[in-house]
């Protein structure tokens, strides 16, 4: 029960609830003037930001579900608690993440998507199918996440207008972030998802992604 509450409080301060990051955000020194940017980059500065701030919902959603499997027993075996912490630490740092996209948003005078109660559904229920099918697939789930979202913000650095220096630089901290619970998972046991499992992951996030652009 009180793993349920967990993840019913987790989702309201995800959804409606200012998320507070732990770390600083990592834009550019305050004594440093900030380009300014045109009407047209910063609309797209905007819209991409809006993506990202879409993917560290589903982040919340993933790993509070992923946490909340591994302390379901499952076939007389006890909760998994060490799974757990592991996975809630990792969300915690996607808080941060989300603090860091929401209020740059809020800077450049863009919206977060209207459809983030779908988005973080969606996502809650991906990340508890793969909690319940065990330690290794959960993890490797992680993984291949964490590789798609490094993947993606990569690209997200080629389209960031070269003046918005603020973005880029959060962009890079996530990046860096992503990786390394990549590679934290993958050293806990996280096992290779097959090829078909991988692709409907890809397929899923550019569904998610060109909406959340606009929406």
């Not at 740059?104 to 969606?122: F, M, Q, T």
């Not at 959960?138 to 997200?156: C, I, K, N, P």
């Not at 990046?175 to 990549?182: F, G, P, Q, V, Y």
Request: hydrophobic share 45%.
């Amino acid at each position: 029960m009180d793993a349920l509450l967990n993840a019913a409080d987790s989702a309201l301060r995800t959804l409606f609830v200012t998320p507070r990051a732990s770390r600083e955000c990592p834009t550019l020194p305050e004594q440093t003037p900030a380009p300014t940017l045109t009407e047209e980059e910063r609309k797209l500065s905007g819209a991409l930001m809006r993506v990202n701030h879409v993917g560290e919902v589903c982040a919340q959603a993933l790993y509070t579900a992923q946490a909340l499997a591994a302390r379901w027993p499952r076939d007389g075996r006890p909760p998994r608690e060490a799974l757990a912490r592991q996975l809630e630490m990792a969300g915690r740092e996607e808080t941060d993440h989300l603090a860091w996209t929401q209020v740059r948003l809020d800077e450049l005078g863009a919206k977060p998507s209207l459809l983030n109660p779908l988005w973080y559904a969606g996502a809650f229920g991906l990340g508890l199918l793969a909690g319940r099918m065990g330690p290794g697939v959960s993890l490797g789930f992680v993984v291949e996440t964490e590789r798609q979202v490094e993947a993606h913000l990569a690209s997200h650095m080629d389209r960031l207008p070269a003046g918005d220096q603020a973005s880029r630089a959060i962009v890079a901290q996530m990046k860096d972030d992503e990786a390394r619970h990549a590679r934290d998972a993958q050293h806990a046991g996280g096992v290779e998802l097959p090829a078909p499992v991988k692709g409907l992951m890809r397929a899923a996030a550019r569904v998610m992604t060109t909406v959340a652009h606009r929406i």
